[in-house]
């Protein structure tokens, strides 16, 4: 089947927001802490920094200091915390409109161009030593399209959330920056049974296109999925 010629057959649209990754991690860490001193992290992150409580308040959280009695769920938390805001005070979304509409919407299964990656990617036994570097490619692709666990990629943690808002997964940084090399590398190849022709290595130009505009900013991005 030629990509070009491939039919839209889901609702679901895909994104990819620049964000600050390691308040994305440390969020998420205190977010599931089932132990008694959950408040406690969670108000020395405030106090550590103050831009976050300063968002919350902006917001219109009167006491955001208190996670006990937060009216807001967890996926709104990490989104409104950790993502970039561009002039306007909106989300900021990576990538020209043209990679950002391929990249929303790819013409296979649920739409998830990430997922078509995931599938159809396989290590190059053409260069020595490629497994580790094919590992490492998918670690990352996994934890972008799926880091919403507790304990594994399996159970969903951050989506369903107010508003249906639903996060897939973030990367770091630095983690942009890794991806970043593994993708431009030589340790990946295609399967053999791919369905769509030439569409990994599509997927892939467009992907590389925008975790270069986030590197560009020094930011990590958030993986997120609207219904």
């Given at each position: 089947m030629?990509l070009?010629?491939a039919?839209d057959?889901?609702t679901?649209f895909?994104?990819?927001?620049?964000?600050?990754g390691d308040?994305?991690?440390?969020?998420t860490?205190?977010?599931s802490?089932?132990?008694?001193?959950?408040?406690?992290n969670?108000?020395q992150?405030?106090l550590?920094?103050t831009?976050?409580?300063?968002?919350?308040?902006?917001q219109?959280?009167?006491n955001p200091?208190?996670l006990?009695?937060?009216?807001?769920d967890?996926?709104?938390?990490?989104?409104?915390?950790?993502?970039?805001?561009?002039?306007?005070?909106?989300?900021?979304?990576?990538g020209?409109?043209?990679?950002?509409?391929?990249?929303?919407?790819?013409?296979y299964?649920?739409?998830?161009?990430i997922?078509y990656?995931?599938?159809?990617?396989r290590?190059?036994?053409?260069?020595k030593?490629?497994?580790?570097?094919?590992?490492?490619t998918l670690?990352?692709l996994?934890k972008?399209?799926?880091f919403?666990t507790l304990?594994?990629y399996?159970?969903?943690?951050?989506?369903?959330g107010q508003g249906?808002?639903?996060?897939l997964?973030?990367?770091?940084?630095?983690?942009?920056v890794?991806?970043r090399?593994?993708?431009?590398g030589?340790?990946?190849s295609?399967?053999?049974?791919?369905?769509?022709d030439?569409?990994v290595?599509?997927?892939?130009?467009?992907?590389?296109?925008?975790?270069?505009a986030?590197?560009?900013r020094d930011s990590g991005?958030?993986?997120?999925?609207?219904s």
């Amino acid at each position: 089947m030629d990509l070009d010629q491939a039919h839209d057959s889901t609702t679901a649209f895909y994104t990819l927001h620049s964000c600050n990754g390691d308040i994305a991690g440390e969020l998420t860490a205190i977010l599931s802490d089932d132990s008694p001193s959950k408040e406690e992290n969670w108000q020395q992150l405030l106090l550590n920094r103050t831009s976050i409580r300063n968002r919350l308040v902006d917001q219109g959280l009167v006491n955001p200091l208190s996670l006990e009695q937060m009216t807001w769920d967890d996926p709104m938390l990490l989104f409104t915390c950790s993502i970039h805001l561009d002039e306007e005070g909106k989300p900021m979304t990576i990538g020209d409109n043209l990679t950002r509409e391929r990249f929303g919407r790819f013409p296979y299964g649920n739409g998830s161009l990430i997922n078509y990656v995931l599938e159809f990617l396989r290590p190059n036994n053409r260069v020595k030593s490629s497994n580790e570097g094919y590992n490492k490619t998918l670690n990352l692709l996994n934890k972008l399209n799926s880091f919403n666990t507790l304990d594994n990629y399996d159970t969903p943690r951050y989506d369903g959330g107010q508003g249906g808002m639903n996060i897939l997964g973030f990367l770091s940084f630095e983690e942009v920056v890794e991806l970043r090399k593994l993708l431009g590398g030589r340790n990946w190849s295609v399967a053999s049974d791919e369905p769509l022709d030439g569409g990994v290595r599509d997927a892939i130009k467009h992907l590389l296109s925008m975790i270069k505009a986030a590197e560009r900013r020094d930011s990590g991005v958030m993986h997120r999925a609207h219904s």
